[in-house]
């Protein structure tokens, strides 16, 4: 018996303490594996009939050199159990946290939370500490040090009306101004440096179809921090909105 259809038995069996199983069946549905169970019986004079869906993912795991254990998941990785130091910084690939991630953890003092981290998965995890710590929610990279190397590009980079700095070829943005509610990045911009809105936040931020952003990998893309981005992506004369992403203040 596969460790598959030992889960599937537990589950059933679980689920026939209370009542029958009259259909059971298991398949594969947009990747991942869902059971349906139909369960039915006479109860107080009348026929009463319960539809189950369990839907499974399987995930390979992770372990740091602190012992953190995490989940491999589509575009970075899961917290599933964090390490019993006295202090922590999660990794900025991680974006979403297990509900009982710091679950035996008593020596936790301090836990450094990456802005890529959503206000729900570290407010709904912290829920079920054991006891309180001192977290520091980061809206920025941990790291903001620009290489020398980009400084110098910048220095030389071209400046444009509002202050943005794009290199000399205006393929890349590479820095933009902090205090500018809503700007028009030009079409025939490629790329945008990571860290270019490093403490800016816009109202309206839009964003040319030259960028292709949806062919980025993740670590390339740019570190909002903790605005609320409301622009767009302009593609073949249509826009489609940017997700909004906010974390909270450090």
């Given amino acids: 018996m596969s460790s598959d259809e030992k889960y599937s038995l537990n589950y059933r069996q679980m689920l026939e303490d209370r009542m029958p199983v009259t259909f059971d069946s298991l398949g594969i549905e947009d990747g991942q594996e869902v059971e349906r169970m ?44 964090a390490p019993n130091v006295k202090r922590y910084r999660i ?93 028009w990045i030009p079409e025939g911009v490629e790329k945008i440096d990571r860290l270019a809105f490093h403490h800016c936040v816009f109202e309206d931020l839009h964003i040319p179809s030259t960028c292709k952003m949806e062919e980025w990998p993740v670590e390339e893309w740019p570190v909002w921090g903790n605005e609320r981005i409301q622009g767009c992506i302009w593609t073949s004369g249509n826009s489609e909105f940017l997700t909004n992403h906010t974390t909270p203040n450090l």
């Fill in 38 to 81: 139909w369960l039915g019986d006479i109860i107080d004079g009348k026929y009463i009939e319960d539809y189950v869906v369990v839907q499974r993912s399987a995930y390979d795991i992770e372990t740091d050199e602190a012992g953190a254990v995490y989940a491999v998941i589509e575009n970075g990785r899961m917290l599933v159990k």
């Fill in 91 to 183: 990794p900025e690939d991680v974006y979403r946290i297990a509900t009982n991630a710091f679950k035996g953890c008593p020596d936790m003092e301090e836990l450094d939370v990456p802005y890529s981290v959503d206000d729900y998965e570290i407010d709904n995890a912290l829920k079920r500490c054991d006891h309180q710590f001192k977290v520091h929610l980061w809206n920025w990279s941990y790291n903001n040090t620009r290489s020398e190397a980009l400084e110098k590009e910048i220095a030389e980079g071209y400046v444009d009306e509002y202050g943005f700095v794009y290199s000399q070829d205006r393929k890349r943005l590479l820095k933009a101004a902090p205090k500018v509610k809503e700007y």
